[in-house]
């Protein structure tokens, strides 16, 4: 589970960045392939963001509080390793 929150975050991290580049360089992120193979990984993420998300919650925040519950997620997961392996050696 840790892995597949870092995954997640990793890309939702890489379409931002591809996202900011491709809009200075003044191109459409739309158009990029790289761009589109990393929102097909992110699309489901961010759908399920939005379906959790109180309805005051605006679309355009919901990259951003995506980001923030991946982050939770993946500090959770650390946490449970970190005290998994604890238990195992004491």
Do not use: C
Not at 10 to 18: S, T
Not at 29 to 38: A, K, L, M, Q, T
Not at 60 to 82: P, R, S, Y
Request: glycine letters at 8%; hydrophobic letters at 60%.
């Amino acid at each position: 589970m840790k892995a597949l929150t870092e995954i997640a975050g990793l890309a939702l991290l890489g379409q931002g960045i591809m996202f900011m580049l491709i809009a200075v360089a003044g191109g459409d992120p739309e158009r990029n392939v790289f761009y589109s193979i990393v929102k097909i990984i992110t699309t489901p993420l961010l759908k399920a963001t939005r379906f959790i998300a109180p309805r005051f919650i605006l679309d355009q925040h919901i990259g951003l509080l995506a980001v923030f519950l991946v982050g939770v997620l993946w500090l959770m997961f650390t946490a449970l390793k970190v005290r998994l392996i604890f238990q195992a050696a004491g």
